[in-house]
């Protein structure tokens, strides 16, 4: 959004772009490389790569999270992003900075997709928090990008600033514990424990002593097996929505930059409006009659009516602006709830793999979302319409409220009975 804004100073728009201000020098990629007369596509491009490269490091980074465990899988995605951070500051044109951007996605796709699954496996029950934690960190990061950009204009100093932002990522990894269910599923209960003995000393909590009751050995399944029922089924829907509400989202996020006057203000109201969304993602997620999968319809349906309803105000307005919010603000409540509902509803032997595959549908919509705002005569009901049909597409899905996470595929048909290396009581 802020890199490829319009330059502020009179006649960029003009062929050729008069030289840039020497005061505005690098506030924009726009004027730093002449991305006018019939360059402008650069932009959609550019914000394209980036999720291009949360294309391909979803399903990468997911399957190394379930092959090598989740804190090998964060480690990987920190360094990719550190590094395209710097590849980023020191970019020298639009392809340049588009591969950079592809890194950095590889990294950021990682980091999501292995530190909210693995933050699920260690709350269990409680797994419901992360619908507002995980999702509130970024509606802030988002707010605190905007006073960033604001007070640090140029498009190289914001991402030198990414970079040193990112590295208390690596510093704290050596105090992450990798997920004791992930350690079970591979049937060792000597790591399983001594995870539990850390999280409890950590914790400050009573040691316990186990007790033990010996069951079959659960076999890791290959990704494929989403393909088989009952999985196909649910892969199919989880991966429209995501698809519908990564459009919808991005849509309305890039698309800050043409509502108001104020780029800064409007992306940061833009993120304030996730704040109050998160909050009823807590109130609702876990009440027995809304639920994940009744919080999916309703603001699916909310959001694409939103969208859809901007055709008839006045482009630019401040109707039209409050209208969108409002959109953003129901689509955010959709993301959070797919992120949780889309985990709940895979087994442990595929689930990172499962959500880096809804991950990558969602990375294909952020592709598409810059081409549609620059080429759709609609752009905004064009987001809204994919939205409201998935509003309908969730009520074929099953709840999750309160139920057990599935360890293996045999639980979710119900043909053996659920399978775990040991269980560990108190």
Not at 9 to 31: D, I, K, R, Y
Not at 146 to 162: E, G, N
């Amino acid at each position: 959004v802020f890199v490829g804004m319009a330059p502020s100073f009179e006649g960029w728009q003009n062929c050729p772009m008069p030289p840039t201000p020497a005061g505005l020098q690098g506030h924009t990629v726009v004027s730093d490389w002449q991305l006018t007369c019939g360059k402008e596509h650069y932009l959609a491009v550019m914000s394209s790569a980036f999720f291009f490269g949360v294309l391909l490091g979803a399903p990468f980074v997911g399957s190394l999270s379930d092959s090598h465990g989740r804190k090998n899988a964060m480690l990987v995605s920190t360094l990719f992003f550190l590094v395209a951070s710097v590849a980023t500051a020191v970019s020298t044109g639009p392809y340049t900075f588009a591969f950079a951007r592809a890194l950095a996605g590889i990294g950021v796709g990682g980091m999501g997709i292995t530190a909210f699954v693995l933050n699920a496996e260690f709350l269990g029950t409680h797994r419901s928090v992360l619908g507002i934690t995980t999702n509130l960190s970024f509606a802030v990061g988002c707010m605190f990008l905007s006073l960033l950009a604001f007070r640090s204009p140029t498009w190289r100093s914001q991402a030198w600033a990414c970079f040193l932002l990112g590295l208390p990522n690596l510093a704290i990894m050596k105090w992450v514990p990798e997920s004791p269910k992930w350690y079970a599923c591979r049937d060792d209960d000597e790591q399983v424990l001594a995870v539990l003995a850390y999280v409890a000393k950590f914790n400050g909590a009573p040691l316990f002593e186990p007790t033990y009751t010996q069951e079959s050995t659960p076999e890791p399944a290959p990704l494929s097996a989403i393909l088989k029922h009952p999985l196909n089924l649910r892969a199919a829907v989880m991966i429209m929505a995501w698809f519908s509400a990564s459009l919808c989202y991005y849509g309305l996020a890039l698309n800050a930059g043409s509502m108001g006057s104020n780029i800064y203000l409007t992306n940061a109201l833009g993120a304030a409006v996730e704040t109050p969304a998160y909050l009823v993602v807590i109130a609702c997620i876990d009440r027995p009659a809304i639920g994940r999968k009744m919080l999916c319809v309703t603001f699916f349906f909310a959001a694409g009516a939103a969208c859809v309803n901007t055709v008839m105000l006045t482009p630019g307005s401040t109707a039209e602006t409050v209208t969108a919010l409002f959109g953003r603000f129901a689509i955010s409540i959709v993301f959070a709830t797919l992120y949780l509902w889309g985990a709940e509803l895979f087994p442990t032997c595929i689930r990172s793999g499962a959500l880096g595959l809804q991950s990558m549908s969602a990375r294909v919509a952020g592709m598409v979302a810059p081409f549609v705002l620059t080429s759709a005569p609609s752009p905004l009901v064009m987001l809204g319409i994919p939205a409201t049909i998935c509003g309908g597409l969730c009520l074929l899905m099953d709840e999750t409220v309160g139920k057990k996470m599935p360890d293996t595929i045999e639980e979710l048909t119900g043909e053996h009975v659920p399978l775990v290396t040991k269980k560990l009581k108190e």
